[in-house]
């Protein structure tokens, strides 16, 4: 193997070497999504932007097991599952072209570049469908409804707010709307009455 790989040419060893570290990251990734991620604990993916004028944290997004729009927690996953599959198939595509068809190296590099974009794209859309099929095949909302919890950003009157809440085994942190529109304060303790799509419908408790 060593001998092989002495006898290649700089830019062929590049490729090998591309091919390796790519294909290990990417099958390990792979595994990982498999799993389920490999993580534990609360599911709090948070994109908060401070309202620093009103003392508090004003308007805030956050995503708890995807279900918030403006925060992908798979982007990361998924960027990181594309550049490794780019540098696989730019290595893999990149050695077979230089060693197999004998052209030069530069039309060798151009095509492994194409063909490491195009698998980056591919491999993105299939994980991001894939944990889209893991989330929302274990993830059912209508099982917070009668579970109590407490305001984790302030539910700010006829607006929505966030609420801490544990079901399905596990602490949430989820988007939640007053039933009676009134504001509850952070760290009140409330009682999730309802679901509206995927935003929970909360009263305070005395």
Not at 12 to 25: P, R
Not at 122 to 137: D, E, Y
Request: hydrophobic letters at 45%; charged letters at 15%; proline letters at 1%.
């Amino acid at each position: 193997m060593v001998d092989w790989i002495q006898s290649l040419t700089r830019l062929e060893q590049t490729f090998f070497v591309c091919a390796a570290v790519g294909s290990v990251f990417f099958l390990f990734q792979l595994v990982l999504v498999s799993l389920g991620g490999g993580g534990g604990g609360a599911d709090v993916g948070a994109d908060v932007v401070g309202d620093i004028g009103d003392g508090a944290l004003g308007d805030a997004d956050l995503a708890s097991d995807g279900h918030h729009p403006s925060s992908d927690l798979g982007f990361k996953l998924l960027s990181f599952q594309g550049l490794t599959a780019f540098f696989m198939l730019f290595g893999l595509v990149g050695l077979a072209m230089s060693k197999g068809s004998g052209l030069g190296g530069g039309i060798s590099a151009l095509t492994a570049t194409a063909a490491g974009f195009l698998g980056m794209l591919v491999v993105a859309k299939l994980f991001r469908l894939f944990i889209g099929m893991q989330s929302s095949g274990t993830i059912n909302m209508k099982n917070a409804v009668g579970k109590t919890g407490r305001v984790y950003l302030r539910i700010r009157a006829g607006a929505k707010g966030q609420v801490e809440v544990a079901f399905q085994g596990r602490l949430r942190v989820c988007d939640a709307m007053s039933a009676d529109g009134s504001e509850i304060p952070s760290d009140a303790h409330v009682e999730v009455t309802g679901l509206e799509g995927s935003t929970l419908v909360v009263k305070r408790l005395s």
